[in-house]
């Protein structure tokens, strides 16, 4: 239900650690056409990357990556595909987790259980932030909020094990889910992500 604006505080942040920065909607968020799907989004996270590469003629290793959320699992895909200079994520979660939780609420819906091992199968292992964590090789900062009530932390610190190379893991004193983060670690948070990129 996100877009673009809910990131400014983000990109200001950035901004003012002397980095430029590109936002972008995904395809049904904000003001971008098309539907937002499972096979839509990493798409759109490399094609947004591969803008800056091809379009702008900037090297990957001076490209830093950040996502937030939903954009978490999607920053970590595009880092192990595109091999950036730096990942920083906040909030990731373990996808295949929330699917095999799905599962017990479906009963005998046997079309939906279908479905389901479909995008398992197909679309999950793209997306997977454990296998892509593993495959990156730029350095890679994760972020959580101590009691975030929507993505617990359990999926950073299940990520953080199977990152390969340097991976440093931020586990937010008395924060929720972003974007409370900032506010909570208002002192903290910019110096952190700036240094780290």
Known sequence: TGNISSMLGY??????????????DYQGFGRSTGIATALSLP????SAFDYLTKERGIAPKDIGIFGVSLG???AITVAAERQPGAVAVEDVFVPND???AMKGQLGNDLAMKI???GRQSVILPRVDPLRN???RQCPMLLMHGEYDWLLPPRGTLKVAPSATGIARVWIMKGAGHAPETLEVNDQEYAPNLNSFF
């Open 72 to 74: 978490s699992v999607l």
């Open 115 to 117: 479905a389901v091992a």
């Open 98 to 100: 929330h699917v095999e």
């Open 133 to 135: 964590a593993a495959r």
């Open 11 to 24: 990109a200001l942040i950035l901004h003012r650690g002397g980095f430029n920065v590109l936002l972008f």
């Open 43 to 46: 798409g759109d996270a490399v």
